[in-house]
């Protein structure tokens, strides 16, 4: 047996091709394998822009000596995280269910067959040894004890309790004032975002922020709370102040130094998140951050197909943040001091580095435009891109370009920009390449190595709402029926319990334990996704059952979400606006008035094909008179 991942298409898994240790993709010949072998299995699951991963790979998989005893010992498996995020899920839940600490890489120890009895993160490859030999001794000489220890792990592993008690909408007291009281208490109230460090940006936050009525929202002091950490991130080393786009998170709290890997995920919603404050605020800074994410996705991650790659790797040279910092003999040469003292004043540039070894971050303390310092910043911008880049990731994704095309679709209206709707658009076509005839059904990414991988939960309710997205922008029918066949295709994969509906695919292989995600973290949950899916869905096709069935959705995880706010962001933006705050919508007829004839009103057009009249004016749950002109309809407006 050797290294078996030279076949596979995930850059992830390609790094770790050359390795002495025998790695296998997850897959039945790695499982049966461990079975006939009668030899746990070592699951090591990581991804091609982590920066720890690629730590441990160095002292430890290329390492001849521990190889050697990985492979006496174990059957060991490479899984790439966002190729099989349900593998990933699974296997996270059970490090945290044994009261361990999660993050990447994740190495989970597991029985035969394929239940976890032990595991962590990143290991120093002294102590990786010592696990190796103490894990292969114990099931040697204790394997009857690491069963049943496993085969607790696996049965508390699967979602059969949810834990969910419904609470009834229609007549609850107001919730969001103390869910955002909640909230509010757990920001750091000098730089914005969780009063902790390492600090995620967390966009599904901020749009709940921004989705608030604006009374209420003043009313709270939201705006302060949010306008703090969107400046203090555009300002900060967590942007990109030479090329834009944000990296995954700041080690610190004050959002000065990144944890340099760039997702495609993060910048996607960060383009929404910072679309909305400009329309509020008419800030320029969040204007100018704006373009600056979009020309970073567009140039950096496009691929000729249409689509958008996955990631931007933090290391370089071996060497995290290499490609990002600057030491101050090379700045001094490119910009000379004594012309551009300013410049170094602004963007806190050190004789002795304000970073680690000498080298500097560009950071402002002060919220200055990028635009007033473009000339420096062009010329860093030149030379940077002689420097030897960081690996991107080349896995096209189904959910993260759907999170793209609503954020350019966003930045085009709230900017008024037609170029991003039109790549919006342009992406909607590409993105049909997830579905191509005869697979069977939407795919998580285009390419794979032996067999398909078919769409996640994830990925299905973020592809349905930007085709929502997208009708409702165009009034184009052709959305609507691809609206269908999503929907279809959720229905038909995903088992449903207490009205949520599972991660996995019916599609792809089972696992050991079904999902079902409900959690909001750096991405919405896929249920509070799919929720927002049929909330739409039931509108514009005048489908009251999609519309019951989210607010049975939202009604069961309410309870939950009141008692942690944070991360559960999405569900209760959706809470807000759709039943306590709910939005003024009016259904037009777009066969007699299409979209781009009508006027700029306070509510929201909603494009409708199967309706007889010109308008219905709706708010919640309750609808007004139908009626046939504009004239009637401002006076309707004029009442609620």
Known sequence: MMNQLQNQVSPYLLQHKDNPVHWLPWGNEALELAQKQDKPIILSIGYAACHWCHVMEHESFEDLQVADLMNSHFVCIKVDRE??????LIYMDAIHHMGLAGGWPLNVFLMPDQKPFYGGT???KANWIQLCNSISHAFRDHKAELQASADGFAT?????SLGLYPLNIDTLTPLIPHAIGKMLANLDPIFGGIHKAPKFPLPALSLFYESLPSQLATDLTVYPHADRQLEKMALGGIFDQVGGGFSRYSVDSEWFCPHFEKMLYDNAQLIQVYAKAYKRTKNELFKEVVYATIDFVVNELADSSGLYFASIDADSEGKEGQFYVWNYAE???ILPFEKHAAFYQTYQLKLNGNWEDGHNILFKRTAT???LYQEELAILKAVR???????????LLLSWNALVGIGLLQAGIDCHEPKFIQLAIKLGESMKQFSPSGSGGLLHQISYSQQPIFAFLDDSA???????YLHLYTGDVSYLNQLKSVLVEILANHDCQNGLFSFQSKLNPSLIAQKFEVTDSVIPSSNSLLCEFFLWYGVLVNEARYTLQAKEMIAGILEQAQANPLYHANWLRLYSEWFENPRAMVKVNVNQFPLHTLPKIDAQWIPV???TDAFILCIGDRCLKPCQDLSTLMEQLTTI
């Not at 190729?83 to 990933?88: A, F, T």
């Not at 508390?156 to 059969?160: E, P």
């Not at 973020?462 to 929502?468: C, D, M, R, T, V």
């Open 83 to 88: 190729e099989r995020p349900d593998i990933d």
């Open 122 to 124: 990143y290991f120093p």
């Open 156 to 160: 508390n592993l699967a979602d059969d």
């Open 331 to 333: 700045l001094n040469t």
């Open 369 to 371: 435009c990028n635009a």
């Open 385 to 395: 891109n002689e420097r030897i880049r960081p690996q991107t990731d080349t896995k």
């Open 462 to 468: 973020s592809y349905g709402l930007f085709l929502a």
């Open 609 to 611: 094909l199967n309706q």
